[in-house]
C-alpha cells in the first residue's frame, strides 16, 4: 500500500484481512477482509474492489490504483 498515492492511501479504509481460500477456479476463491467474505470483483468499501485473489497475495483496486496485499 505504500507505493499508493498519499491521496488515496489516506481515503482508504482500515483494511484487516484475516484470511483468504485460493483456487484454480476464480467463483471458488475467497477473501476475508474486514469481516467479510469476498470474491473477486467485490466492493470492501465504497471504492475499494478485490481484482484477483491469489494464494498469497491479493490485488486490490482504489480509484484506479491496483495495490497487492499479503494475506
Known amino acids: 500500500m505504500s507505493a499508493l498515492p498519499a491521496d488515496v492511501r489516506a481515503s482508504l479504509p482500515p ?5 483468504a481460500v485460493f483456487s484454480p477456479t476464480p467463483s471458488a476463491r475467497m477473501l476475508f477482509v474486514n469481516g467479510q467474505v469476498l470474491r473477486e470483483g467485490d466492493a470492501v468499501a465504497d471504492g475499494l474492489v478485490v481484482e484477483r485473489i491469489g494464494a498469497s497475495t491479493s490485488v486490490l483496486s482504489a480509484r484506479g490504483a ?4 499479503k494475506h
Open 15 to 19: 483494511i484487516n484481512i484475516s484470511g
Open 66 to 69: 491496483r495495490f497487492e496485499v
